[in-house]
């Protein structure tokens, strides 16, 4: 796996986290935790604005929720959200059944991520 996963392409860096999750379950890991926007990508700016890239990042969590039913590992995997007009820099957990969870982040965010992320709910 590249030391930095490229931003803006949803699609490989869901194939790197799958590579790593199937290694996770060949050595009968329980959790694994992935990169903070690791589906999107860190460093892109306003591309975490962009619909087109939020949707595909959404798309690749669902192709990630298919892929690991048959993994053990329970998956933690970072991503720019958006729920009911906010965006959320959101851990997604992903369990062996397949099932999907959002945590809405509750530590503050970077001070350069202020803008685009909304804070934890008063």
């Known amino acids: 796996m ?3 996963l490229p931003g803006g392409s949803p699609a490989f860096n869901l194939e790197q986290s799958l590579e790593l999750a199937r290694a996770g379950d060949d050595q009968a890991v329980a959790l694994m935790v992935f990169p903070e926007l690791g589906l999107s990508g860190y460093s892109i700016d306003d591309l975490l604005l962009q619909r087109a890239l939020l949707d595909d990042v959404e798309a690749r969590l669902l192709e990630l929720v298919e892929a690991s039913r048959e993994l ?14 906010r965006f959320y820099n959101c851990a997604v957990a992903v369990n062996t059944v397949a099932s999907l969870a959002r945590r809405r982040r ?15 709910p008063s």
């Open 106 to 120: 509750i530590c503050p965010t970077i001070e350069n991520f202020k803008r685009w992320f909304a804070g934890p």
């Open 72 to 85: 053990r590992p329970f998956l933690l995997v970072g991503a720019p959200l958006r729920r009911e007009g």
């Open 2 to 4: 590249p030391a930095a």
